[in-house]
């Protein structure tokens, strides 16, 4: 293996492993005890004892230069330089003591006018192919010519942060300097901390630019229509995407420029939970050689994962190359969006499968970012549990909300996008007493918003609400639109219905001062 200098950095390790090909990850990772083979050809590996990302451990360093720029608080918890460089020098201390490390240089957004050049300095090979997996991978002249990157991760996750450090709050630190172009991770062996630092990158640099930067799906249509799908986990954002009928653009993180969409990443990254052949079939053929899955439990006789076992985890995950999905478009750009579809999975029942919104509504919608989780385990918990996470992704935005919303509003605007609320969650009551919603009744609405015949449907406007329903969908029940029509008790519903009105109301109040009055108009009726 070819040598590699990273003594600008001050890191002194003469191994360096660059760029390597999966079988030779796969072989180090293997026989350097980070993971097993499964039966599918998938390499296996432990994050460790965090499972997921530690987004109270995300920092940003405070400065002149960009301060003014970032929406500061619980999500962008603000860094001094000094602490900065203390972890900085840590991760390069303790990567230092390696006698073998990894590096992957790759790209970030399809497009070259907004292309980003990503160095990842890690410690592990199957970190390596995660990020081999995630980046859009260069040709071999493109990585001859790669020259200097625009921004560098240090993961030294297997090594801890001190809590003592001024700033610090526990063992775990990510965090990032626009300034310096540099992100460092302590503390945390979970790979999605890498992709989703790339995508607070990008969710920086592309407002910047006058790009709206999205945490969503794309696909698209025989005809060249595209469609995004935002929504938060579990809402079926992944799943949606991959209609064996549509090309695949992505699964996770876009942006609209003034020429059309691009997929910031060169790979997937599913929920593999329940997966099965059967529900989600080509996420499940995705998972073969080449792709890493995370946190599975296994059996050690077969190497058979088994999808439906949480002991580990709920967040299972696996990591692949996006042209595994067999109808991804490569390159993964699209024309401007026809359709914008924001997903909720409404466990009070009350919202209707579908509505037509105004760009009032979607800008209200969109801020609020909606969805319900069912009630938990505790005695006595047996309602669902609202969660608003603006522009359904606060923990990756760095700008105020407003500032995405202005930028998708001007591009639905300028284009003529139609935008639409999708509700995958509950029908006929709220969980415990209703059925959530049948993957065959969504896809018949997708199916009928992407063939224009839900756009001119007749419609009736939700009282409590006020958005607009259509009163008929190809292949769906007339009577499964409306939803209050679906309860047995109206009055029961009227309540929940004002319930989840208020709380939308409540959520909004902390966007109110930056939000037009056309779209506070556009809240519940309380």
């Known amino acids: 293996m070819a040598t590699f200098d990273l003594s600008k950095y001050g890191i002194t390790v003469t191994n360096i492993v660059r760029n390597a090909a999966p079988p030779v990850l796969y072989e180090q990772a293997v026989l350097r005890g980070e993971g097993k083979l499964a039966s599918s050809g998938a390499l296996m590996a432990r994050s460790g004892e965090k499972t997921g990302r530690s987004p109270k451990d995300k920092r940003i360093v405070r400065d002149p230069a960009s301060e003014n720029d970032i929406w500061w608080g619980d999500?962008?918890?603000?860094?001094?330089?000094?602490?900065?460089?203390?972890?900085?020098?840590?991760?390069?201390?303790?990567?230092?003591?390696?006698?073998?490390?990894?590096?992957?240089?790759?790209?970030?957004?399809?497009?070259?006018?907004?292309?980003?050049?990503?160095?990842?300095?890690?410690?592990?090979?199957?970190?390596?192919?995660?990020?081999?997996?995630?980046?859009?991978?260069?040709?071999?002249?493109?990585?001859?010519?790669?020259?200097?990157?625009?921004?560098?991760?240090y993961n030294g996750g297997a090594f801890p942060a001190n809590p003592l450090t001024s700033g610090m709050g526990s063992t775990t630190s990510v965090c990032l300097?626009?300034?310096?172009?540099?992100?460092?991770?302590?503390?945390?062996?979970?790979?999605?901390?890498?992709?989703?630092?790339?995508?607070?990158?990008?969710?920086?640099?592309?407002?910047?630019?006058?790009?709206?930067?999205?945490?969503?799906?794309?696909?698209?249509?025989?005809?060249?229509?595209?469609?995004?799908?935002?929504?938060?986990?579990?809402?079926?954002?992944t799943t949606l995407s991959a209609d064996p009928r549509r090309a695949l653009i992505g699964d996770d993180e876009h942006c609209w420029t003034d020429d059309g969409v691009f997929n910031v990443e060169g790979g997937c990254y599913a929920k593999c939970i329940d997966l099965s052949a059967e529900s989600e079939p080509e996420i499940y053929n995705?998972?073969?050689?080449?792709?890493?899955?995370?946190?599975?439990?296994?059996?050690?006789?077969?190497?058979?994962?088994?999808?439906?076992?949480?002991?580990?985890?709920?967040?299972?995950?696996?990591?692949?190359?996006?042209?595994?999905?067999?109808n991804a478009k490569i390159p993964c750009v699209g024309s401007h969006p026809k359709n914008v579809i924001l997903l909720t999975c409404d466990a009070f029942g009350v919202l209707p499968p579908v509505s037509k919104l105004t760009p009032e509504q979607a800008m209200f919608h969109f801020i609020s970012g909606y969805t319900a989780k069912v009630a938990g385990t505790e005695m006595g918990v047996t309602e669902p549990q609202a969660t608003f996470s603006a522009c359904f992704g606060?923990?990756?935005?760095?700008?105020?909300?407003?500032?995405?919303?202005?930028?998708?509003?001007?591009?639905?605007?300028?284009?003529?996008?139609?935008?639409?609320?999708?509700?995958?969650?509950?029908?006929?009551?709220?969980y415990g007493t209703g059925k959530r919603m049948s993957l065959k009744i969504t896809r018949a609405i997708l199916d009928a918003i992407h063939d224009g015949s839900l756009k001119d449907a007749p419609t009736v406007e939700d009282e409590t609400f006020g958005l607009i329903v259509p009163t008929t969908c190809n292949n769906v029940p007339d009577e499964v639109l409306i939803a209050k029509n679906t309860w047995a008790d109206k009055a029961a519903y009227d309540e929940k219905a004002k319930h989840l009105a208020s709380l939308f109301v409540k959520n909004f109040e902390k966007y109110a001062d930056k939000a037009s009055d056309a779209i506070r108009a556009a809240a519940p009726r309380v």
């Open 75 to 153: 999500v962008n918890i603000e860094l001094t330089e000094k602490t900065f460089d203390i972890n900085r020098n840590r991760a390069i201390d303790y990567i230092n003591t390696r006698d073998q490390i990894y590096v992957v240089d790759g790209f970030a957004g399809w497009d070259p006018k907004y292309q980003k050049k990503i160095r990842i300095i890690c410690l592990n090979a199957y970190h390596a192919l995660f990020m081999h997996n995630m980046l859009i991978r260069p040709t071999a002249e493109q990585l001859a010519d790669f020259g200097e990157p625009d921004y560098v991760i």
């Open 177 to 237: 300097s626009f300034e310096r172009g540099e992100f460092v991770i302590l503390g945390t062996g979970y790979a999605g901390e890498m992709k989703k630092g790339v995508f607070t990158i990008m969710n920086y640099l592309m407002p910047k630019a006058g790009v709206m930067s999205m945490h969503c799906s794309a696909n698209e249509g025989e005809g060249g229509d595209v469609s995004l799908f935002f929504g938060l986990s579990g809402t079926g954002k």
């Open 286 to 326: 995705a998972i073969r050689y080449g792709s890493v899955v995370e946190n599975v439990v296994y059996d050690e006789a077969t190497r058979a994962v088994d999808y439906t076992d949480s002991s580990i985890t709920e967040n299972t995950r696996c990591s692949y190359p996006v042209e595994y999905i067999p």
């Open 394 to 430: 606060a923990a990756f935005m760095v700008w105020h909300p407003a500032k995405y919303a202005e930028l998708l509003a001007a591009q639905i605007a300028k284009n003529g996008s139609q935008a639409w609320l999708v509700n995958t969650g509950w029908s006929g009551g709220a």
